[in-house]
T-cell receptor, first 114, second 115 residues
Framework: AQSVTQLDSHVSVSEGTPVLLRCNYS??????LFWYVQHPNKGLQLLLK??????LVKGINGFEAEFKKSETSFHLTKPSAHMSDAAEYFC????????????FGDGTTLTVKP | EAGVAQSPRYKIIEKRQSVAFWCNPI?????LYWYQQILGQGPKLLIQ????????DSQLPKDRFSAERLKGVDSTLKIQPAKLEDSAVYLC?????????????FGPGTRLLVL
């Protein structure tokens, strides 16, 4: 069985300040982990993914995430928020040995204030 | 390359009516997924196809939902009869081989409102 918990349903930051979106996971397998972003009225888009290579993963638009097995976490960070980062973010866990089934978290809404 | 296409984009029906959604995945992608996203929640996998075979449909309410993927390309998801709680966005996604490491590419979704 696998599950994902996004620890904050809403995060609000000021433009130019750091972003931290928290994600904890549970998996019986060696997991792959993803962050997807969903802008209003747009489809889900991959930000970055971890697939058992380097534990610090860099993605698009300056985002990065670190896989910490001991803490079962995969938190998403960005050094400086931009107005265009305002969106819904989903953490996803996927198992390599269960037909690749993906489990999504309930999402974190990021608001960026000017 | 063209992305995942879905239609219609919006649908309003009354409860007990039927509705169908269509999805055309990225060309050459063997794996196709249907997700249900209820407002305020993350997408929930309804069914996963590998070519035209079903890999996982454990969360598909089979008494009212059905899906098919003829010839391993396009797919149709049907609800009959619809209930109020089926109001959601239905997302279609595809990936190359369906392994857990792959990126899934999502369509724009179909927003369903059941009155």
């Amino acid at each position: 069985a696998q599950s994902v918990t996004q620890l904050d349903s809403h995060v609000s930051v000021s433009e130019g300040t750091p972003v931290l979106l928290r994600c904890n996971y549970s998996s019986s397998y060696s997991p792959s982990l993803f962050w997807y972003v969903q802008h209003p009225n747009k489809g889900l888009q991959l930000l970055l993914k971890y697939t058992s290579a380097a534990t610090l993963v860099k993605g698009i638009n300056g985002f990065e995430a670190e896989f910490k097995k001991s803490e079962t976490s995969f938190h998403l960070t960005k050094p400086s928020a931009h107005m265009s980062d305002a969106a819904e973010y989903f953490c996803v866990v996927s198992g390599s040995t269960n037909a690749g089934k993906s489990t999504f978290g309930d999402g974190t809404t990021l608001t960026v204030k000017p | 390359e063209a992305g995942v296409a879905q239609s219609p984009r919006y649908k309003i029906i009354e409860k007990r009516q039927s509705v169908a959604f269509w999805c055309n995945p990225i060309s050459g992608h063997a794996t196709l997924y249907w997700y249900q996203q209820i407002l305020g929640q993350g997408p929930k996998l309804l069914i996963q196809f590998q070519n035209n075979g079903v890999v996982d449909d454990s969360q598909l309410p089979k008494d009212r939902f059905s899906a098919e993927r003829l010839k391993g390309v396009d797919s149709t998801l049907k609800i009959q009869p619809a209930k109020l709680e089926d109001s959601a966005v239905y997302l279609c996604a595809s990936s190359s081989r369906g392994t857990g490491e792959e990126t899934q590419y999502f369509g724009p979704g179909t927003r369903l409102l059941v009155l």
